[in-house]
């Protein structure tokens, strides 16, 4: 193979102990030492390994450019459920906030440094209030464990806040936030770790498979012999699944975002306004973005940063301090039907899928599932309105 590869196959056999929690209860599955590829790094490729290396088998990694680089880079990174349906798309992202708590504690905090404080949001205007009174009610009945609250409570729960008229505002404490190029190296660190190797820049250009399973997985530098193949790609998800002969319909949208050097912690949790998504995680860089919707016409320059940050700066007066350090662009991989597409390809009976939009939400979920499937464990009932098949003939 071609590309640089992070660690040697099966290095550290010493290592797996540490991280073997899971492994004992999973003796059973049928197919340990199974020979996986996983094609991408992003947030969802890593959290794949992980699990499948995890549960015992032989991972590679394949990765066109560097961990990350994909729409997890530019990624904003809010764990959230709330306001997502319908059900079974609320618990995807429910569990899989969950699923980030057990990360944590699989990997260790210092590994898989997080924010979990909750969120506050707030706006002014009769119609904005209404809107956010019937979703937080509907939040609510789910069991979400989301809250109106006073102007008192947000200026209590985000000291040095300088919100403007506020007509409804809202906390939810079961919310939070990582730096995604760390949890997805922190990832990819415990998969190596338990044997799985990394290969990047190594690109995917085609499959050995005819009309039957997947044999070998071909890339620039040569072929892969495999037993499955977990294509992971983000938007190439499509081109690769196509070569496989399925449909998995994506589109994109860019959105930008501005990073600050890191600095004394002003933001103790996340905080949306008007115009300011704002977030400062645990490494102290602090994060904004304008709208979670696309911003098609807005290019990652250093102008349309220090923009972002003046909008923020009204809310928040102690960013002053912060100085713009980079802005980044990221494409969102988007579902023609905004859900997620995840499980074995229609007539390939070990080639899977997965790419969604707000996957670093589900990521930890997402990984777990994928593995027990791809080693033959039991299907999830939680992914059957997900399934690929949804787009065939
Ligand atoms: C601006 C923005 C804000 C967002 N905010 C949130 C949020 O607040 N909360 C949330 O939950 N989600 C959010 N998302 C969505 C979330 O970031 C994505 O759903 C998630 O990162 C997708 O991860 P992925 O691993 O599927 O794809 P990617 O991160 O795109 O990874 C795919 C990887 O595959 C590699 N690859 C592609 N083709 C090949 C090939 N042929 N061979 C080898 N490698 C290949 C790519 O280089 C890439 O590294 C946001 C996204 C963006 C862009």
Same mark, same amino acid.
């Given at each position: 193979?071609?590309?640089?590869?992070?660690?040697?196959?099966?290095?550290?056999?010493?290592?797996?102990?540490?991280?073997?929690?899971?492994?004992?209860?999973?003796?059973?599955?049928?197919?340990?030492?199974?020979?996986?590829?996983?094609?991408?790094?992003?947030?969802?490729?890593?959290?794949?390994?992980?699990?499948?290396?995890?549960?015992?088998?032989?991972?590679?990694?394949?990765?066109? /450019?560097?961990?990350?680089?994909?729409?997890?880079?530019? !990624?904003?990174?809010?764990?959230?459920?709330?306001? =997502?349906?319908?059900?079974?798309?609320?618990?995807?992202?429910?569990?899989?906030?969950?699923?980030?708590?057990?990360?944590?504690?699989?990997?260790?905090?210092?590994?898989?440094?997080?924010?979990?404080?909750?969120?506050?949001?707030?706006?002014?205007?009769?119609?904005?209030?209404?809107?956010?009174?019937?979703?937080?009610?509907?939040?609510?009945?789910?069991?979400?464990?989301?809250?109106?609250?006073?102007?008192?409570?947000? !200026?209590?729960?985000?000291?040095?806040?300088?919100?403007?008229?506020?007509? #409804?505002?809202?906390?939810?404490?079961?919310?939070?936030?990582?730096?995604?190029?760390?949890?997805?190296?922190?990832?990819?660190?415990?998969?190596?770790?338990?044997?799985?190797?990394?290969?990047?820049? %190594?690109?995917?250009?085609?499959?050995?498979?005819?009309?039957?399973?997947?044999?070998?997985?071909?890339?620039?530098?040569? &072929?892969?012999? %495999?037993?499955?193949?977990?294509?992971?790609?983000?938007?190439?998800?499509?081109?690769?699944?196509?070569?496989?002969?399925?449909?998995?319909?994506? /589109?994109?949208?860019?959105?930008?975002?501005?990073?600050?050097?890191? +600095?004394?912690?002003?933001?103790?949790?996340?905080?949306?306004?008007?115009?300011?998504?704002?977030?400062?995680?645990?490494?102290?860089?602090? %994060?904004?973005?304008?709208?979670?919707?696309?911003?098609?016409?807005?290019?990652?320059?250093? =102008?349309?940063?220090?923009?972002?940050?003046?909008?923020?700066?009204?809310?928040?007066?102690?960013?002053?301090?912060?100085?713009?350090?980079? %802005?980044?662009? +990221?494409?969102?991989?988007?579902? =023609?039907?905004?859900?997620?597409?995840?499980?074995?390809?229609?007539?390939?009976?070990?080639?899977? #899928?997965?790419?969604?939009?707000?996957?670093?939400?589900?990521?930890?979920?997402?990984? /777990?599932?994928?593995?027990?499937?791809?080693?033959?464990?039991?299907?999830?009932?939680?992914?059957?309105?997900?399934?690929?098949?949804?787009? &065939?003939?």
């Amino acid at each position: 193979m071609a590309g640089i590869s992070r660690r040697g196959l099966f290095p550290l056999l010493g290592g797996a102990a540490a991280l073997s929690q899971g492994t004992m209860l999973r003796a059973a599955l049928p197919q340990r030492g199974m020979r996986v590829a996983v094609i991408g790094a992003g947030i969802i490729g890593a959290s794949i390994a992980y699990h499948l290396a995890r549960d015992g088998a032989m991972v590679t990694v394949l990765e066109k /450019e560097k961990p990350a680089a994909g729409a997890t880079g530019g !990624s904003f990174a809010w764990l959230n459920a709330g306001g =997502k349906r319908p059900h079974p798309y609320y618990m995807l992202n429910l569990l899989g906030i969950l699923g980030w708590h057990r990360l944590q504690t699989e990997l260790g905090h210092d590994a898989l440094p997080m924010q979990w404080n909750g969120c506050v949001q707030w706006r002014s205007g009769a119609d904005v209030a209404q809107r956010t009174q019937a979703s937080i009610e509907q939040q609510m009945a789910w069991g979400y464990p989301s809250q109106m609250i006073d102007a008192a409570r947000l !200026s209590a729960l985000m000291p040095g806040l300088n919100p403007g008229a506020v007509d #409804v505002a809202s906390f939810c404490p079961a919310e939070g936030t990582v730096n995604p190029r760390v949890a997805t190296e922190a990832m990819l660190a415990a998969a190596e770790t338990l044997g799985a190797t990394v290969e990047s820049p %190594v690109s995917v250009t085609g499959f050995d498979a005819g009309a039957g399973p997947v044999r070998r997985v071909l890339t620039g530098g040569g &072929a892969l012999d %495999v037993d499955a193949v977990v294509i992971a790609a983000g938007l190439d998800s499509m081109p690769l699944s196509a070569m496989l002969g399925a449909h998995v319909p994506i /589109e994109t949208s860019p959105g930008i975002l501005a990073h600050t050097e890191p +600095g004394a912690n002003v933001l103790p949790r996340l905080a949306f306004g008007a115009g300011a998504n704002m977030k400062q995680p645990p490494d102290g860089g602090f %994060v904004t973005g304008s709208t979670f919707a696309g911003t098609p016409d807005m290019a990652p320059t250093r =102008k349309n940063g220090e923009r972002l940050l003046a909008a923020a700066r009204t809310y928040v007066p102690a960013l002053h301090d912060l100085k713009l350090d980079w %802005v980044s662009i +990221g494409h969102r991989v988007l579902p =023609k039907d905004s859900f997620p597409i995840v499980g074995h390809l229609p007539g390939k009976t070990n080639a899977y #899928v997965a790419a969604m939009h707000s996957g670093m939400s589900m990521a930890p979920l997402i990984g /777990e599932l994928a593995a027990t499937e791809v080693l033959g464990g039991p299907k999830a009932e939680l992914l059957t309105t997900f399934r690929p098949d949804r787009f &065939a003939g």
